[in-house]
Nanobody, 116 residues
Framework: QVQVVESGGGEVQAGGSLRLSCSAS????????MAWHRQAPGKQREVVAT???????QYADFVKGRFTISADDAKNTVSLQMNSLEPEDTAVYYC??????????WGQGTQVTVSS
């Protein structure tokens, strides 16, 4: 069993910053990549950023230049630095561990609210 726990959400004004952290523990599988996803009310869950063994982050267009994903493979942790936040970034943010093979392991989510 793999446990995934996020932290760092909260409320911030537009233009502000937040840093999300995620830690995975337990019977860890071989990890293909780790990712941050988000889901806003009434919308489908979407990928925000991913990071694999290369250590190079991949980003959705709507966060490029504003968000930075980083990982510590030895500690099975991944972070998301979010700058220049916009009200449209308001969502529940989920960390996911994508193993080889199998389905992703999800955290419980952390709320990010950006006020205008």
């Amino acid at each position: 069993q793999v446990q995934v726990v996020e932290s760092g959400g909260g409320e911030v004004q537009a233009g502000g910053s937040l840093r999300l952290s995620c830690s995975a523990s337990g019977n860890m599988p071989v990890i293909k990549f780790m990712a941050w996803h988000r889901q806003a009310p009434g919308k489908q869950r979407e990928v925000v950023a991913t990071i694999g063994a290369s250590g190079i982050g991949q980003y959705a267009d709507f966060v490029k230049g504003r968000f930075t994903i980083s990982a510590d493979d030895a500690k099975n942790t991944v972070s998301l630095q979010m700058n220049s936040l916009e009200p449209e970034d308001t969502a529940v943010y989920y960390c996911a561990v994508h193993p080889i093979p199998g389905s992703p392991y999800w955290g419980q989510g952390t709320q990010v609210t950006v006020s205008s």
